[in-house]
C-alpha cells in the first residue's frame, strides 16, 4: 500500500469514527457501523437476512440487494456468484 493510500485510509478511518460519535446508539447507528465495517453498499445492507449470516465463519452472504424498493442480485453476484464479506465484530458500547 502507498504512503498516500494509507493516510487516505487513516481519514476515512477518523471521519467514520467522528461520524459513529455523532449517532446515538440504536438502529441506524448499527446500520451506520455495519456499512463502515463492511464496505457494503447500502442498498446491499438493507438486502440481508439473518438466513445471510454464517456464523462458523463469521460471515454475511449477499444473496440480493434493495433498489427503488425492489429485490435484485447485488452487482457482485451479477458477475461471479454469491459474494462473500467478514461479519464485523460486535461493536463496543458508548
Known amino acids: 500500500m502507498y504512503a498516500a493510500d494509507r493516510e487516505e485510509s487513516r481519514r476515512d478511518a477518523r471521519r467514520a ?3 459513529l460519535t455523532e ?5 441506524w447507528r448499527t446500520l451506520v457501523l455495519l456499512l463502515v465495517q463492511t464496505g457494503l453498499r447500502i442498498g ?12 462458523r465463519g463469521r ?3 449477499l444473496r440480493q440487494r434493495v ?14 456468484g454469491v459474494h462473500v ?3 464485523p465484530a460486535p461493536a463496543p458500547s458508548n
Do not use: F, M, Q
Not at 44 to 55: K, V
Not at 74 to 80: I, N, S, T, W, Y
Open 85 to 87: 464479506v467478514p461479519e
Open 67 to 80: 433498489r427503488n424498493g425492489r429485490t435484485s442480485a447485488p452487482k457482485e453476484l451479477e458477475r461471479a
Open 23 to 27: 449517532i446515538p446508539d440504536g438502529s
Open 17 to 19: 469514527r467522528r461520524l
Open 59 to 61: 460471515r454475511l452472504r
Open 44 to 55: 446491499e445492507a438493507l438486502g440481508l437476512r439473518w438466513s445471510d449470516r454464517e456464523l
